[in-house]
C-alpha cells in the first residue's frame, strides 16, 4: 500500500473524530457567533497538529476567517475551504450509519477540510519534502457568495500559482470540476400603493402581483441551450389579507457559462421597469462569481492529478457543473485551478447529507499526493 495512504488509514479513526468536532459546532452563514465558535475549534485542530497560531480575519457581520501558513518557496499552492453551511442550529445532527457519516455540513464542506488538515499533516509526520508554501484560507461565508471573503480571496490568488478547492467531487462519478457555471444574485424590493382590499380596492397598487409579472419575464430567460438559468428562489411581501399589498421582495439567483452572458443578463436585471405607474423597483446584488472555465493550465493540472490518482489505483475524471465555488475565483484570475478534492459523499443541501467512510483515505492520500508533486 502506498505510505500516505497507509498512513491515513491508520489515522482513519483520528480523522473521523476531527470531523465530528467541527461538524457538531454547528456554523450558519449568518450566525457570527456560531460561526466563530466552529472557526475556535479548527483554530484548536491547527495548534494541536502543527503548534501554528493561524491568523484571524476578523469580520463584522460574518465569521471570522483562518489563514493557516506552512512551509517555504518562491511558489504558493493556495488551499480554499469554507467552513459555514446552508443550514440552521438544530436542524440536522451528526450520525453514523455503517460506511455514512451524517450531519450538518459534513459534506460540504467540514470533511473536506478536515481531509486538507491531514493532507498537510501527512507530509508533515512522514516528512515529505515540499519546495512550495502552502496558504490554507478557511472562509466562514462561501455559503450566501463570499461578501466578506472574496477580496481576502483575491488578494491571496494574486500571489499564488495553484488553487486546490476542497469541495466535494461529482457525485457518482467522483470527478475532480474541472469548469462551473458563474452565478449572480440579485434581491429586488418592490413599492407598491396600501388600501383596504374591500371599500378602496381600485385605489391601491399591489406589489405582490408586480413581483409575479416580474418573476414570469426574469423566468422566462432560462435559456438551456445556452446554459443560462434564471431561479427566484425566495418571495416576501404583503401582510393582512384585507389590505392591497404595497411591499413585497424577490430573490434571484443566475447561472451562466460565460462572461459575456452574465453581463447581458445582468443589464436585463438593473433595467426592470414596474408594469404600472405608482410603483418603484429597486434592485440589490449583481454578478457574484465569473464562470470558471477549463484552460490550458488548468488541464494541465487535472493531469498531474490523473497521474497521482493512478498510484493509488484510482481512475480520476473531470467534469463540468452548474455550480459555484470561490474556485471561480482563482480561476478567473488566471490561476490554475483544481475543484473537487474533498470528501465523497452525498446529499448537498438536502437533509441526507453525508460522506463515504471507505473514500477518507483515497481522497486524503490523492490531495496530499497532489500537493506534494506540484
Known amino acids: 500500500m502506498d505510505r500516505i495512504k497507509e498512513y491515513i488509514v491508520q489515522h482513519k479513526d483520528q480523522i473521523l473524530a476531527d470531523i465530528r468536532y467541527i461538524v457538531e459546532a454547528e456554523s450558519p452563514s449568518n450566525n457570527k457567533k456560531l460561526t466563530d465558535a466552529c472557526g475556535r ?3 484548536d485542530l491547527f495548534r494541536r497538529y502543527f503548534n501554528y497560531q493561524a491568523a484571524e480575519i476578523v469580520e463584522e457581520k460574518y465569521g471570522n476567517h483562518l489563514r493557516f501558513e506552512y512551509g517555504t518557496g518562491k511558489e504558493t499552492i493556495l488551499l480554499l475551504s469554507h467552513f459555514d453551511t446552508v443550514w440552521n442550529k438544530g436542524d440536522l445532527i451528526f450520525k453514523v450509519e455503517e460506511n455514512k457519516v451524517y450531519g450538518p455540513g459534513v459534506l460540504d464542506m467540514k470533511g473536506g477540510l478536515i481531509q486538507a488538515i491531514w493532507a498537510i499533516k501527512a507530509l508533515v509526520d512522514l516528512e515529505i519534502p515540499l519546495n512550495k508554501r502552502i496558504v490554507f484560507l478557511c472562509t466562514s461565508d462561501e455559503e450566501v457568495g463570499s461578501p466578506s471573503s472574496k477580496h481576502v480571496i483575491e488578494m491571496e490568488a494574486k500571489i499564488s500559482n495553484y488553487a486546490l478547492v476542497m469541495e466535494p467531487p461529482v457525485v457518482g462519478s467522483g470527478a475532480l470540476k474541472t469548469g462551473r457555471k458563474g452565478s449572480s444574485r440579485y434581491f429586488i424590493d418592490i413599492k407598491g400603493k396600501a388600501a ?3 371599500n378602496n380596492h381600485k385605489d391601491g397598487i399591489s406589489a405582490i402581483k408586480e413581483a409575479a409579472e416580474q418573476i414570469v419575464f426574469l423566468e422566462s430567460l432560462t435559456d438551456y441551450k445556452k446554459g443560462t438559468t434564471i431561479n427566484v428562489g425566495s418571495v416576501k411581501g404583503g401582510g393582512k389579507l384585507n389590505v392591497v399589498p404595497d411591499t413585497a421582495t424577490i430573490g434571484i439567483n443566475i447561472r451562466v457559462k460565460t462572461n459575456e452572458e452574465q453581463k ?11 408594469h404600472q405607474e405608482g410603483l418603484t423597483l429597486k434592485v440589490r446584488g449583481g454578478m457574484n462569481r465569473p464562470p470558471m472555465n477549463r484552460n490550458k493550465e488548468g488541464a494541465k493540472l487535472f493531469k498531474l492529478a490523473r497521474k497521482v490518482a493512478r498510484d493509488l489505483d484510482m481512475d480520476l475524471k473531470e467534469a463540468y457543473v452548474g455550480g459555484g465555488s470561490d474556485g471561480n475565483l ?26 463515504l467512510i471507505n473514500e477518507i483515505p483515497n481522497r486524503t492520500a490523492l490531495l496530499c499526493k497532489l500537493i506534494g508533486s506540484l
Open 41 to 43: 475549534r479548527i483554530q
Open 196 to 198: 383596504h382590499a374591500g
Open 330 to 355: 482563482t480561476a478567473n484570475m488566471g490561476v490554475p485551478t483544481l475543484d473537487g478534492l474533498g470528501a465523497v459523499g452525498k446529499g448537498i443541501h438536502a437533509k441526507n447529507e453525508h460522506i
Open 264 to 274: 447581458r443578463i445582468d443589464r436585463i436585471v438593473k433595467s426592470l421597469a414596474p
